[in-house]
């Protein structure tokens, strides 16, 4: 086997010296390096920002969808949506390990993992999309990808559906990170709290921050405010269009008694909700991006334009154990969880 | 006078009810609302990344770059650069102030500022452009801007000339964001060390790391470091192409004795350097974006690829004092005024 560099660069078709997610091509072929991973794919789990994108460009034409992400991947190489550069991450079986990692990793060839990184810069070969479930944006194919040896992975656990576990791991960067920001009595503002992130958030959220804190969630109409309510994650509902700002702080005050907020979290995908996010926040506070739908000029400048002293953090989609912390809440959640079943398997 | 909103909602045209910088076109009409400032414009700073664009989409032809600035005016009623969405700043004598913030304001007519928010949002009429200095981004014009209530800006100092003090005021959140980031005994690497943001950045860090920490600055070729290392701001210098990656990481583990920094400065203004500045952080370390050419979805995509756990944070051009803070470095580092008066102020 030829040895490869432990964060894929000697896949990289163009521009050469770049790295994988970056690059405009790399190579999909499924002969492995030392250090790589062979899967065989069952699913993918499109990002929701790219999946939204490619639903409003066929114009809800499932076969253009369908049209359109083998397009991406046999010019790519990988499944990186070319307009919002964000991927995703998918499922399947370890077909083959490289000879040099055989005995580090803790997986063996059989197991079913989910791939953590995301699909924007995993070599992925689809030889036939079988179907797409738009309402949870997953596709299935028949297909290869490949795990570099930088690349993070679970082994999918014994308690849950694969399904249901690739759900909650596909937003593990959000609860775990939402661990380490919160502290006990801050108030917390959720954009987008009625989506996939957004519970999760809420939920971890409502716990940390305790009596003495609040939980504000964003609904965007009396329906998904109700469900939101249902849940009991928010101490405060608040209905309003994220598109306008002003909107959006005038409600979180009015649900926060005339103040304004400690942090806000934003879990929505879909784009221009930079100001949404910062307005409603006080001078010193934080604003968290969990959208991949965010700009970071418009955050930069927008801060600047209405003059908030802000700590603006951009979402990382990995933090150590951040696959643990996002299953254990579906475990500790009975809601979380049913809600994850219902709206998030396809079941 | 017309009653106008604190956010200046009341000037923007297209969409309805966003906020002036996201929105496409605002009214640059130089009748004032009872909250608004109108400043008769001498110069305008466009932002480096910006500029950047300008000249190579206009391959380096000024009188087609002139053309660009005026066709965007004219278009949008603001200064952004539609491809890069960022703007720059502006210097010159206050014409009026509204009724309703006269008492309120710490100016009077006829006082000489910089605005210190982005022309991204503020309103903008160019009657006649005068001159372009190119190598210090800075165009002299004929024209009007308005300041809205919630803008901030500076009264500029009496103990330097303007062109300085707008030099330094431009990136004066860089070095207010540094003193707040940088504890005593930190590694620090500063991409982009050799520029305007970069320079200040590697002062105020060297002066808080400590003698047990370390400044690496980087620097693009042998002149650069030659002239950064004349500065003493950096303990450590690498020459590397910020565009690879590993180079920087391999550079960077060798000037810091094989370890990785605590905290990564970009200064940059080139895109697709995300990967430079996240590599190099050791896990629980932190990033800080102040380039106006960061991809949001790179960054954050960029970290999970390679399994990085650190905080990455976009640089926001306001922190409280910023402005002080920026023009008392001047005050205080004789080197760096003079590296100011020499390279930014065009005399």
Redesign the interface.
């Known amino acids: 086997m030829k040895k490869g ?1 432990k ?1 894929g ?1 000697h896949r990289v078709i163009e521009p050469k ?6 690059a405009l091509k790399i190579s999909n072929d499924i002969e492995i390096f030392d250090n790589e991973i062979l899967i065989n794919v069952d699913y993918l789990n499109i990002d929701s920002a790219s999946f939204t994108q490619l639903k409003e460009e066929a114009e809800g034409d499932i076969g253009k969808v369908k049209a359109k992400i083998m397009e991406i991947v046999n010019e790519r190489g990988k499944m990186q949506n070319p307009v ?4 995703g991450m998918l499922i399947g079986n370890v077909e083959k390990i490289g000879d040099s990692i055989k005995e580090k990793v803790k997986i063996k060839e059989g197991d079913k993992i989910a791939t ?3 699909l ?2 995993t070599p992925l070969r689809i030889d036939e999309i079988i179907d797409i479930k738009p309402d949870i944006d997953r596709v299935e194919i028949k297909g290869k990808a490949i795990l570099f040896e ?3 992975y679970a082994k999918l656990p014994d308690d849950m559906k694969s399904t249901l576990a690739l759900a909650a791991l596909d937003v593990a ?1 959000a609860p775990a990170q939402v661990k380490q920001l919160v502290k006990s009595g801050n108030t917390v503002l959720i954009l987008g709290a009625t989506g996939k992130s957004g519970l999760m958030c809420s939920y971890v959220a409502k716990k940390l921050v305790g009596k003495k804190g609040k939980v504000i969630g964003q609904a965007r109409n009396d329906a998904r405010a109700e469900f939101l309510r249902n849940t009991e994650f928010c101490d405060e509902i608040i209905i309003a269009d994220v ?4 909107e959006v702080l005038e409600k979180t005050l009015d649900a926060n008694n005339g103040q304004e907020v400690d942090l806000t979290i934003n879990c929505l995908s879909i784009p ?1 909700t ?2 949404s996010s910062i ?1 409603p926040v006080r ?1 010193g506070g934080t604003v968290y ?1 969990f959208s ?1 739908a ?27 154990n951040h696959d643990k912390i996002a299953l254990d809440v579906l475990r500790e959640s009975k809601v979380l969880r049913k809600i994850f079943e219902e709206k998030y398997t396809g079941n």
Do not use: H
Request: net charge negative.
């Open positions: 560099n964060y660069t010296g770049a790295l994988p997610q970056p919002t550069g964000s991927g953590l990184v995301s924007s810069l930088s690349g993070i960067g598109l306008y700002p002003v221009n930079e100001m307005l001078d991006f991949m965010t700009s970071f000029t418009k955050a930069a400048l927008g801060a600047e334009g209405v003059g908030k002293d802000v700590t603006m953090i951009i979402g990382n989609g990995y933090t150590k």
